[in-house]
C-alpha cells in the first residue's frame, strides 16, 4: 500500500496569509530585501577563511598535539557554524538575491561531505512542510535508538535515551556523510517519502563530492599525519559537529509543548493550515541572546524561520515582534524558552517522558 501524502487545508482566513502581508509590509516600510546582508556575507567570509585556514594548518603544517587537539575542536564548531549561517540561509534562498550565490552558499554542505539534494528534499521540502509528523519529517526519525514521537514504538532501553542520547546526537555527522545519504541514495525515499528521480548531474554532483570529501578528509590527512593522529583529529572533529548540529535543531521541535500530529488518523488531511502546523510544532529558545543569534544563524528563531524559511536569518529578530503579536492577537501558540539552558532541560525531559510513557 503506498503512503498517502497529507493535505493542508485551504483556510479562509488565512492566518498565513495575514501574516505574510504582515512581513511583507515591514520590509516595505523600512525599505530593506529579505535576504542577507553585508553583516551576513562577512560572518560568511570569516567562517569559509576559518575553515580553509585551520585545514591547511593541521594537514600541512602538522601542529604538535597540544595545538592540533584545541584546533580541531574549533574546526567541529566552524563547520557547524558553516551549515547553519551559509548552507542553511543558501538552501533556502535566503543567503542572496543572486541565485548563483545561493547555490554556491547550498553546495558547502557538499564540500563537507553530505548531499545538498538529500538536504533540500528532506529539510526543505519534507521537514517544512510535514513538521513533528512520524513517517514524514526524517528529523524525528533515529530508528529503533531513541524515541522522539508518542507514535513511535517504545522499546525498554528508551528508559535511558535521556542519559545516552549526548553520545547519539555526536555521532549524526559521522552517520549523514557515511550511512544516511547512501541509505536515502540506494533506497529512493526519505523516511516513508519516496526520492524523485535523480537526473544525470545530480548522480555526479553526489558521487564526486562524496570521493572529493573522502580524499581531503580521510586520504590527504592520513598521508600527512599519520592513521592514529588522523583519527584522533578527525572523531574529535566529526563527534563535536554532530552533537552541536543535532542539539541545535532538536531544541526546536522535541521538546515540551510541541505537538506530533499522528499520520494514521489523517485520512489525507493535516488537520490544521500549514502556519498553524508550524507554530503548534516548532519552538523558540535564547532569543534575546545576540551573540547565540550569531552563531547558530539565528536558528534559536526557528518560529521565524519555519513560517518565513526565504527570509534571511539576519532579519529574525524584528519579523518575530509582528510574529510574536499577531499570535497573541488571535491566541495562536507561540513557544519560545527564554534562555537556552531552558530548552534543553525541556528536551531531557521530553526523551525520559517518552523513554518510560
Known sequence: MSLQIPKFPAVTPSFHLLLKHRIEAYFES???????????????????????????????FTPEWYFAIPETVLFGIVIAFIGFNIMHDGSHGSFSNYRWLNRMAAYTINFLGASSFMWNVKHN??????????????????????RLSEH???????????????????????????????????????ALVPLKKLDIWDHI????????????????????????????????????AGF???????????????SFPDLSKMNGKVEDEWAIHQL??????????????????????????HLFPKVSHVHYPEISKIIKSTCEEFKVPYIVYPKMRHAVVSHLNYLKHLGRA
Request: some cysteine; hydrophobic content about 50%.
Open 125 to 146: 521540502i519534507i521537514h517544512h512542510s510535514f513538521t513533528n509528523i512520524d513517517g514524514l519529517d526524517d528529523d524525528i526519525n533515529a530508528g529503533i535508538f531513541l
Open 30 to 60: 523600512k525599505g530593506i530585501d529579505q535576504h542577507g546582508n553585508f553583516k551576513l556575507f562577512f560572518k560568511a567570509a570569516l567562517l569559509v577563511v576559518a575553515f580553509i585556514g585551520i585545514y591547511i594548518h593541521l594537514v600541512f
Open 280 to 305: 503548534k510544532t516548532t519552538a523558540n529558545f535564547a532569543t534575546d541572546s545576540k551573540l547565540l543569534s550569531w552563531c547558530v544563524g539565528g536558528l534559536n528563531f526557528q518560529v521565524e524561520h
Open 244 to 258: 552541536v548540529l543535532s542539539i541545535v535543531f532538536q531544541l526546536a521541535h522535541t521538546v515540551e509543548g510541541t
Open 205 to 240: 554532483i553526489f558521487w564526486g563530492f562524496k570521493v572529493l570529501f573522502l580524499v581531503t578528509f580521510i586520504a590527504l590527512p592520513i598521508y600527512q599525519v599519520g592513521f592514529m593522529w588522523w583519527l584522533v583529529g578527525f572523531l574529535t572533529t566529526t563527534l563535536l
Open 152 to 190: 513511535q514504538k517504545r522499546y525498554k532501553f528508551h528508559r535511558f535515551q535521556h542519559i545516552y542520547f549526548w553520545f547519539l546526537y555526536s555521532l549524526l555527522y559521522i552517520f549523514w556523510v557515511f550511512y544516511t545519504d547512501y541509505k536515502k541514495y540506494f533506497t529512493h525515499k526519505i
